[in-house]
């Protein structure tokens, strides 16, 4: 199966040579991408990311040809092994009800300049609807660690996509300019 990110036009796109790759050293050997051609390393993956990005973003296919009807195939049912770590329920519900009393009832986004209430703008379909972020990235963890309410604020789903853009997490004060 494969699965093409974007097709490039040969006569238009400056191509990404071989020769134009950096060799990376990863401890005593050198990796090109012609000497495995099974397994990028993990050192190298965002740089060489980053490299494609770049390439493709160059391209002036998509200036050239433009397709309105654009269609893909989608829904197919895929399984997947994932490491996820875990959250505690009680830890949620507790920072919600802290929330509900700490603001007459209600769920409003603590991120600096936002406020947004669920329930103000979707009525009940919205009442109790709140993202709870950890202030302490769970994924920079080691290990399990203590987790209080201290550590986690009421968000709403727009700021905490935009908390964690790019794999990134962003502090509140920082997130609307």
Not at 19 to 38: A, D, V, Y
Not at 109 to 117: A, I, K, L, T
Not at 141 to 168: F, W, Y
Request: proline letters at 4%.
């Amino acid at each position: 199966m494969c699965e093409w990110e974007r097709i490039l036009n040969p006569t238009i796109d400056i191509p990404l040579s071989i020769n134009k790759l950096p060799r990376w050293k990863i401890g005593e050997k050198s990796w090109t991408p012609q000497s495995s051609g099974i397994q990028i390393p993990p050192q190298i993956i965002s740089e060489l990311e980053d490299l494609w990005a770049k390439h493709i973003g160059a391209s002036s296919l998509g200036d050239v040809f433009v397709d309105d009807e654009i269609s893909a195939f989608e829904g197919e049912e895929r399984i997947a092994l994932i490491r996820h770590r875990k959250r505690e329920q009680k830890l949620r519900d507790a920072k919600l009800k802290q929330a509900r009393q700490k603001n007459q009832g209600r769920l409003i986004c603590e991120v600096s300049g936002c406020s947004f209430d669920f329930e103000k703008v979707y009525g009940s379909i919205g009442k109790d609807f709140a993202h709870v972020h950890h202030l302490k990235p769970l994924g920079n963890r080691e290990s399990s660690s203590q987790t209080s309410l201290d550590d986690l604020v009421i968000v709403c789903a727009n700021c905490h996509a935009m908390i964690h853009r790019d794999g990134k997490c962003r502090a509140l004060n920082e997130l609307i300019l």
